[in-house]
């Protein structure tokens, strides 16, 4: 996973709380995804970016926002987080033109 | 929606064994790419085959694609402990910066 650092990596919210979630790379590719891996459900996509300033909703984006300001790091908000949101986390960046993807070490959420 | 589906869900084989797990996915695709993940760490990339290739190989793995039945496989020659992880196939599509995952094959190698 060298390349992706995500931050924290664990972190125990109350409902109703907020977070962010910080994705950083230093292999300075373009594109930036953030999923969630529930068990028994492979991961899905929650927002991705194609480039700086760019964001775009994935499969289940409902409860999350994301800003790519600059073009190393990628940030995944949960403005109000909910049970249904406890999940592991995963970062990744895509290499063109094949769009293979690195990951990062995961962040661990629990919402109580 | 997941695009891929794998077979089998578990595999559990003996070192020294092969393992395949086979893919298959609904849509048209420009690439499928294989996947390992160790328990409790990310994804790391393994293979990819192209649309128009049939067969490709990496060391003690081999992919095969067939196109005409949208699937794909997965082999893992002579498993050691060391293979013992979760396999997923990702399928990407064309004109699209975004990657399918299937649900995965946990693969137990034991010694």
């Known amino acids: 996973n060298a390349g992706v650092t995500q931050t924290p990596k664990f972190r125990v919210l109350k409902t109703g709380q907020s977070m962010t979630l910080l994705c950083a790379q230093d292999?300075?590719?373009?594109?930036m995804y953030w999923y969630r891996q529930d068990p028994g459900m492979g991961l899905r996509l929650i927002h991705y970016?194609?480039?700086?300033?760019?964001?775009a909703k994935g499969e289940v984006p409902d409860g999350y926002n994301v800003s790519r300001l600059k073009k190393q790091n990628f940030l995944l908000g949960l403005e109000s987080a909910a049970p249904s949101q406890t999940s592991v986390y995963f970062c990744?960046?895509?290499?063109?033109?094949?769009?293979?993807?690195?990951f990062g070490p995961g962040t661990r959420l629990t919402v109580t | 929606s997941q695009q891929g589906e794998e077979d089998p869900q578990a595999l559990s084989i003996q070192e020294g064994e092969n393992a395949t797990m086979n893919c298959s996915y609904k849509?048209?695709?420009?690439?499928l790419q294989w996947y390992r993940q160790n328990s409790g760490r990310g994804l790391v990339h393994l293979i990819l085959?192209?649309?128009?290739?049939r067969e490709k190989h990496s060391g003690r793995l081999r992919v095969t694609l067939d196109t005409s039945k949208k699937s794909s496989s997965l082999l893992i020659t002579a498993s050691r402990a060391a293979d013992t992880a979760s396999y997923f196939c990702?399928?990407?599509?064309?004109?699209?910066?975004?990657?399918?995952f299937g649900a995965g094959t946990t693969v137990t190698v034991r010694a």
């Open positions: 849509t048209s695709i420009n690439n």
């Open positions: 990702a399928t990407a599509e064309s004109n699209d910066y975004k990657l399918s």
């Open positions: 292999m300075n590719h373009e594109y």
């Open positions: 085959i192209r649309s128009n290739e």
């Open positions: 970016s194609v480039g700086e300033g760019t964001t």
């Open positions: 990744a960046i895509g290499a063109y033109p094949h769009y293979e993807q690195y």
